[in-house]
């Protein structure tokens, strides 16, 4: 294991994005939250800033930066604000990543330009009413015929799919049956294409300023080079986008828990109660104490498991370790920071109740809690 000093350009990197994430995001991100308000503009400024395909090489527009970057930067914007975090994070790890990694050089210069500069957003199409944590319980279909693939189906909580810049989707769908199993393919579809329909949900508990959609595919037909890789790869190629994503969203929890924290912390120095400050009481100082450990054992974990991935090691396991924990102490610290708060915890004004409902999505996106601990045993040969 290296030296744990970050070196200097991620030093600068972590500046940089806390400072855009004060000055630019939060104050408007309460705003945002109350009118469920997808924000271009900070789309539009997080592109410029480099944001979306952070770990893409630059011959495509990309800032070819290690994952251990994306990821400081994801916890950064996660510290102020989960909804522009998960537009970010989905955007390259669900969006970007699976075409560069299996697209072919047609696909990949057609679209990531645009979507590494942020001009585009791109959506990954796998959750279905029926087929959340069981992937392989796919019904979305398609068919080939005459050089053209029809999709029939439907996917649900799809991030970043219903925005009026989203450029496509990649669908998983099935795409035949071999040796009695389903044949999963992965297919590009572009936004306008006739048939398809993107419609954002509303009413979230939690992620209110992100787009999240439903899509519908009557028909959809598309050219059958629009295929995304190999025929019958596409279930290969959703575990390896959601191993690497689920270091995004370790960083989410991370940055959460720590912007939690610092809310909890400073409330608890300033709130006077039998004239001492409430962080002076044992029973409080115990829990930041807690809160304080966490973040550092939290923050340790999902940056080996970066490491890891930068060295081109193998890291599923510990990416499933770091998504599974730093997405359970954002948990904890959220719930002492509303505590904490007291009633004042309660209330949208201060920012604990943001934080407490924006950490419930990370125990379930990409993978829940139950699932990880799945995984995990599975590593361990249980």
Same mark, same amino acid.
């Given at each position: ?19 855009? *994430?004060?000055?630019? $995001?939060?104050? #408007?991100?309460?705003?945002? &939250?109350? +009118?469920? %308000?997808? /924000?271009?503009?900070? @789309?539009?400024k ?29 916890e ?39 979507l ?21 319980n ?28 989203? *450029?496509?989707?990649? $669908?998983?769908? #099935?795409?035949?049956?071999? &040796?009695? +199993?389903? %044949?999963? /393919?992965?297919?590009? @579809? ?24 439903e ?11 629009n295929?995304?890789g ?22 989410m929890?991370l ?12 409330y ?6 039998f ?47 770091a ?11 959220a ?18 109740a ?29």
């Amino acid at each position: 294991m290296p030296h744990y000093d970050l070196n200097p350009e991620q030093d600068m990197l972590r500046k940089t994005i806390r400072d855009f *994430a004060e000055k630019e $995001v939060k104050p #408007i991100r309460q705003k945002l &939250d109350e +009118k469920e %308000e997808f /924000s271009y503009e900070l @789309v539009d400024k997080m592109g410029k800033l480099g944001l979306f395909g952070m770990t893409i090489s630059e011959e495509y527009g990309g800032q070819g930066m290690d994952y251990l970057s994306y990821c400081i930067a994801v916890e950064e914007l996660a510290r102020v604000d989960g909804c522009q975090a998960a537009t970010v994070a989905a955007e390259n790890s669900l969006g970007i990543g699976p075409l560069y990694h299996y697209g072919n050089e047609e696909q990949k210069r057609k679209y990531l330009p645009d979507l590494c500069s942020g001009k585009k957003l791109w959506g990954f199409g796998l959750t279905e009413p029926e087929a959340g944590s069981d992937a392989g319980n796919s019904k979305t279909k398609a068919e080939l015929k005459n050089g053209t693939w029809i999709i029939n189906g439907s996917k649900i909580f799809i991030t970043n799919a219903a925005t009026k810049i989203t *450029a496509g989707i990649t $669908v998983q769908a #099935i795409t035949g049956v071999k &040796d009695d +199993k389903k %044949e999963m /393919s992965c297919i590009i @579809v572009e936004s306008n294409t006739k048939g398809f329909t993107a419609r954002t949900m509303h009413n979230k508990m939690t992620w209110r300023s992100s787009n999240t959609a439903e899509l519908y595919f009557d028909d959809v037909r598309v050219p059958e080079k629009n295929l995304l890789g190999a025929r019958g790869t596409g279930f290969k190629q959703m575990l390896s986008t959601l191993d690497s994503g689920r270091l995004g969203i370790a960083a989410m929890g991370l940055g959460g828990a720590q912007g939690a924290f610092e809310a909890a912390l400073s409330y608890a120095q300033e709130r006077k109660v039998f004239g001492k400050p409430i962080s002076s009481f044992q029973v409080n100082a115990f829990k930041l104490a807690d809160c304080a450990m966490e973040i550092e054992a939290a923050r340790g974990l999902l940056y080996k498991a970066c490491w890891l991935k930068d060295e081109e090691r193998p890291f599923g396991k510990e990416a499933s370790m770091a998504k599974l924990y730093c997405s359970e102490v954002f948990h904890r610290v959220a719930n002492h920071c509303v505590q904490l708060h007291g009633g004042y915890g309660l209330m949208e004004e201060y920012p604990a109740a943001k934080f407490y409902r924006d950490q419930k999505l990370l125990e379930i996106g990409e993978g829940t809690s139950e699932i990880q601990r799945l995984v995990i045993s599975r590593y361990l040969g249980c």
